[in-house]
C-alpha cells in the first residue's frame, strides 16, 4: 500500500464509542490519516477518558495513531492540513480531539519519554512537537483499557507498567500539582479549580492502587474513602463538571482556597513516608 491509494472504512471499529456524532469522525480520521501514512500507518486507538470509562460531553477525546517510522515531510505536512481542517467543521467532537502520531517501538517501553511526537491539542488547528501523550499513564489507560479503531491488540503494543512506576509519577505530579496548574490555568477560572481537586484525586487513588480511573469515579472514590469535611467540596466539583470550560467564569466564592486546603490534605496522606 502506499500513501496514494485510497483506503476505505473496512475493519475499522463503526462503533468505539456511545456518541455517533464523535464514532463518524473518529472513522473519517482514521481514514484520512491512513491514506496519508500509507505503510507507515500502524494501528489506531482511544486512550484516556473514554478508555478507562465514564466519559461524557465535557471529555477529550485522546486518539493515538501510532507509526512504523519518524514521518516524513509529506507525511507530516499533510497531517497539519488535516487537524488543520478539522476543527472548522460542524460539531461538537471536531473541537475535542487531542492526541499525537507515536512511533511503535518508542511506545513500547518507558526509555524514550523524551522523544517528541506530532501533536494536536483539543481546539487546536496548529499541531506541535511535544511530549505530551509521552507518559506511564497514556501507557497504561492504553495497555489496561485501551479502544482499537484498528491495528493490533493494546497489550502487544505496550509494555505493562509496574505498579512502583505509576505510584512515583503520581507522586510527583501531585507535589506541585497547584504551582504546575497555575502555569497554564489561572486561578481566576473555575474550571481550573475543578481540575485541581479532581487532579489530586486522581492522583491520591493512582499512590493508592498503582491505577488509573476516570475523574468521575475519582470523586467519588474520594467521597467514600477520604475525610468527610471534604464531602461539600466533592460535589460541588462533581456538580460543577456539566458546566464545561467557560474562560469568563469565575470560581465560587472561598471555592479556590478551599481547593488550596484539600491539596494540602492529600499531600499529607499521599506523599506520607512509611
Known amino acids: 500500500m502506499t500513501s496514494k491509494e485510497k483506503i476505505t472504512f473496512d475493519g475499522i471499529n463503526p462503533s468505539p ?35 478507562v470509562g465514564d466519559a461524557d460531553m465535557q471529555s477529550d477525546c485522546d486518539f493515538l495513531i501510532f507509526i512504523n517510522e519518524q514521518l516524513t515531510d509529506y507525511q507530516e505536512n499533510e497531517l497539519r492540513k488535516l487537524h488543520d481542517e478539522i476543527p472548522t467543521r460542524q460539531g461538537h467532537w471536531t473541537q475535542h480531539l487531542e492526541g499525537s502520531y507515536p512511533i511503535a517501538s518508542e511506545f513500547k517501553t518507558l526509555k524514550k519519554l523524551d522523544a517528541k511526537w506530532l501533536y494536536i491539542d483539543h481546539g487546536w488547528r496548529e499541531m506541535q512537537w511535544d511530549t505530551h501523550c509521552n507518559n506511564c499513564w497514556a501507557r497504561w489507560s492504553l495497555r489496561e483499557k485501551g479502544i482499537t479503531l484498528i491495528g493490533p491488540d493494546p497489550k502487544n503494543i505496550v509494555d505493562p507498567i509496574p505498579k512502583g512506576i505509576m505510584r512515583d509519577e503520581a507522586k510527583k505530579l501531585l507535589i506541585n500539582i497547584i504551582a504546575d496548574t497555575h502555569s497554564w490555568m489561572p486561578p481566576t477560572i473555575a474550571w481550573g479549580q475543578r481540575y485541581i481537586v479532581t487532579t489530586a484525586c486522581r492522583m491520591l487513588y493512582t499512590i493508592k ?23 461539600y467540596l466533592l460535589k460541588q ?19 479556590m482556597q478551599e481547593a488550596y486546603s484539600f491539596v494540602k490534605y492529600v499531600q499529607s496522606i499521599g506523599l506520607k513516608k512509611n
Open 17 to 51: 464509542t456511545r456518541f455517533s456524532e464523535l464514532n463518524e469522525l473518529l472513522i473519517n480520521l482514521v481514514i484520512s490519516a491512513r491514506n496519508i501514512l500509507g505503510d507507515n500507518f500502524f494501528g489506531a486507538y482511544l486512550q484516556g477518558s473514554f478508555a
Open 209 to 231: 492502587t498503582g491505577e488509573v480511573i476516570s475523574k468521575a469515579r475519582c470523586i467519588d472514590w474520594a467521597a467514600k474513602n477520604l475525610d468527610s469535611r471534604w464531602l
Open 237 to 255: 466539583v462533581k456538580e460543577d463538571r456539566k458546566l464545561g470550560f467557560d474562560a469568563n467564569a469565575t470560581p465560587r466564592e472561598g471555592s
